[in-house]
């Protein structure tokens, strides 16, 4: 038995599920002791590698979390806003650190998960990329140094199977450039325009979302003036980026007080 910290994760057959099984398994610094999907789900009860069409791992996929979160020392949770409320308390109960990459999460979800929080170590980021968090920094200064005179428009660009819009990174880029101008994002939020919606209001922060085919998650954020315009771009072309995000922050996690963390606490970048 080696004495890595193990970790369970939930949403086991999903996209985001399969890519951190593979980066977990690969990686020397942690071991997988647990995999989660939802009851009826046809891989619950089989071998999570033969699930996936390799060899067999050793981990019967379950649908049982707080069975599976007995066992472990952390769970990378990338499910839904529901199943991430529902985990969020039970990581507390097994004494699991929580890494959220679930998005979508509206103020009933993260009040919920505050509560927990209270009580566990909860690292939870729209985008758990090195890339992304930095292009956070870089829209806060950029925001920052220029005034109302350049619009500010977020435009991410997904996958068809996405759910949610505005990407939850798309939100944090956004809440990142309202920062730096010193006001609040909900006041300012201008997304999903149709039809006549008269002309853009000063000050507003825009989003718009593309979806289509296999995108993994293009965003920019572009700073509009007169004769001029500032692009800051983030192109992920690998899911791999979030798995290790999530896995890193596992990791970090580990021996911190309880509380509510991100990818920059993480990342050394606050
Ligand atoms: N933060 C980041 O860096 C980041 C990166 C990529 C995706 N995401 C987010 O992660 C989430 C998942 O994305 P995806 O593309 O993998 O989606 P997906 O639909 O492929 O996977 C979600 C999985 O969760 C499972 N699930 C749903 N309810 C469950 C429950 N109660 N118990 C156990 N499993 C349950 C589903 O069966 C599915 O397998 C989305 O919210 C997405 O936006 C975040
Ligand atoms: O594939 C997704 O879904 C992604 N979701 C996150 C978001 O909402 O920003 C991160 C990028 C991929």
Known sequence: ????????????????????IRTVVESKGAKLVGAVERTGHDWIG?????????????????????????????????TTPDATVEFAALAAQARAVHVIGTTGLEETHLEKIRLAARHAIVVRAGNMSLGVNLLVQLTKKVAAALDEDFDIEVIEAHHHHKVDAPSGTALMLGEAAAEGRGVHLADVSDSGRDGITGAR????????????GDIVGEHDV???????????RHMATDRGIFARGALKAALWGQGHKPGEYDMMDVLGLS
Do not use: N, W
Not at 1 to 20: E, N
Not at 201 to 212: E, M, T, V
Not at 222 to 232: D, T
């Open 1 to 20: 038995m080696s004495d890595l910290p193990g970790i369970v994760i939930t949403g086991a057959s999903g996209r985001m599920g399969q890519m951190l």
């Open 46 to 78: 089989q071998d999570l590698g033969v699930a996936m069409g390799g060899t067999a791992l050793g981990v019967a996929v379950t649908d049982d979390p707080l069975d599976a979160f007995a066992k472990a020392q952390a769970v990378i949770d990338f």
């Open 201 to 212: 209001k000063r000050g507003d922060i825009g989003f718009s979302a593309i979806r289509g």
């Open 222 to 232: 572009m700073f509009a003036g007169q004769g001029e315009r500032i692009v800051l």
